[in-house]
Structure formats: structure tokens, C-alpha cells
């Protein structure tokens, strides 16, 4: 069985296929940050346009150049939402043309939950239920995942999600877009305890996060000392460490609550390795096992869409249809199939 998947959720262009004995066959992803880069952030109507030009032209690519047989493709997953509504609409039309003119199902995929079960497609060990932590530009969120399709959201962001602010404090740094990975490499330099910064919600009893206050602190905190290198480099650290330790105490919190030991941390900002061997270091001492997906997965991919649309394939747990479907607030918490 093989699934064709297609992801077009934000700015990202990406092709992959998933075959059920092979694992990952193919996995390509065009980007646009050249595009955008200069304006410091996503421009939609810039993206939009370069969907145009590229979604058609890399299947038919990675069909072409890979030598696939159309016959041995058995669906095709897209990413139907949550994101851009224009981005979306070009990849769930593309993907819908070609799953009808083939006459395969097309089964429209909820990114945020491609990126929650994007470990199980490296290690099928990993069962449900367990807590998930997803981590990105758009979506800070903190997850009861019951079964497949069939999820809890304990906690929300209440305004910015942790890619954004990273992509703030690194533009006030000038570090250049996207951020998150550049304002990581800044922070080594720096040393943690030289700036006392505050912890929004640490005493709240809920899960929601908040990072408007500590964007606005580390902002000022920028502009006081631009002419003082050293310090900016602390300021970095500072703020980095400060918010993977929130993100650690709210999931630690979460796990205890629902009594589990298994936890996932999936989304871009889960490609940071300091992000990783904190959660691990609270983790492994209460005997909690922690699952990350691969940094060539992290960020937004085809291969998360087209396994996830194999595990769905699979259960049939999915509407046969080719009709073209999207929501750009798609809720994990409303997941139909």
C-alpha cells in the first residue's frame, strides 16, 4: 500500500510517499523563505502565488523522476487545515484532481495531528494514549491524545504561539528569518543567571501558556543593551532557557494529571536539541519516556501527511469521497474522518 501526501499548510511546498512495507520512500519539500525573508514573515498572498507554480510540478516531478507507478498508489493525503486558507485551497484542489483522475480516495489531514504522530512513523512502538506537546510558529499546545482522530486540548496559547516569539526577539536581534534556529545558535554564546526574567503563568492551575508579556520584556530588555554584544548574548540564552523550562513545567504538570509515562514533543520548535535535553533530563528521573521526531521532520513535511494518511487509509476510519474539503481553524478537538 502506498500513500501519496501533500502538504501546503502556511508557506512550505512538500511531496511524499509512504509504503507500508518500506516505510518513507520519498520525502521533498520546496521553500520560500528567500521569498519572505525580506519582509520578516510569512506574506500570504506571496505564498498563494507560489503554490501556484509548484505543487502540480513536484508530484509530477517525484512521480517522474522516482519512476512511480500511478497504478501502485493506493490514496492521497492532504493537508486540509488547520492554516492559510489560500495555501490550503491550491494543495486540497491539486491533491482532489489527481486522487479522482486516478480514482483513489483523497483524505484530507489535520497538520497539527500529522505533527503528533510524526515519531510513531520512526518507532511503531509508541502507543496511545499519552501526553503530546506541539510546539510551532502558529500552535503552542499541550494535548490528551486518546486514540487516533480522538484528542484532548488541555491547554492552549492564550495569544503568541513559541516559533513567533522566537521570530520576534530574533528580528530584534537581526538575526534574519526564519528565527528560531538562528537565535538558538545566538543564545550558545551566552551565559544563563546575568538577567532575571519572569515566568508567565507558572502558579496558573491550568495548561494554557502565555508569551506576550515575556516577548514584550525581552524586547525592552534588547533595546537597553544593543551596544553591549555579551549581554545581548545573555539576554538570548536567558530567554530561550525561559521558555522551554514554561514548556516543561506545564507538560510535567500535564503528565502527572493524566497519569501517563509516555510523552511526545512534536512541531518545529522541537528541532531544538536544548529543548529536548531539558524535557528529557525532568523526564527520565520520574520515569517518563519522551519521543521526538527526527530534525528532518520537525519542521512542516509531506512525509507526517502521508503517514498519517496511511494510518487512516488503513483503519478505513475515512469518507471515500474526492470532494475538495479545508478549514483553516481546524481543531484537533473536532477531528472527523
Known sequence: MRILGVETSFDDTGVAIYDDQSGLLINKLLHQNNIHSKYGGVVPELAFRQYIYQVAPL????????????????????????GLSGSLLIGAAVSCAFAYSC??????????????????????????????????????????????????????????????VFDKVAQALHLGYPGGALLSQFAQKGELGKFVFPFPMKNNSGFNFSFSGLKTFTLKLIQQNLHNIQNLHN?????????????????????????YNRVIVAGGVSANLRLIHLLKSTFQDNNIVLYSPSVNICTDNAAMIAYLGFLYFQSESFTQNTDIFINPRWSMASIKK
Open 59 to 82: 508530484i509530477r516531478d517525484v512521480i517522474k523522476k522516482y519512476n512511480i507507478c500511478l497504478d501502485s498508489i493506493n490514496g492521497i493525503a492532504y493537508t486540509a487545515g488547520p
Open 103 to 164: 480514482n483513489i480516495p483523497a483524505i484530507p489531514i489535520n497538520h497539527m495531528e500529522a505533527h503528533l504522530l510524526s515519531p510513531m512513523m520512526e518507532n511503531n512502538s509508541i502507543q496511545f494514549p499519552f501526553i503530546g506537546l506541539l510546539v510551532s510558529g502558529k500552535h503552542t499546545q499541550l494535548i490528551n491524545a486518546h486514540k487516533l482522530g480522538q484528542y484532548e486540548i488541555l491547554g492552549n496559547t492564550l495569544d503568541d504561539a513559541v516559533g513567533e
Open 235 to 259: 539576554i538570548a540564552c536567558q530567554f530561550e532557557y525561559t521558555v522551554f523550562d514554561i514548556l516543561r513545567h506545564k507538560t510535567y504538570y500535564a503528565v502527572q494529571k493524566a497519569g
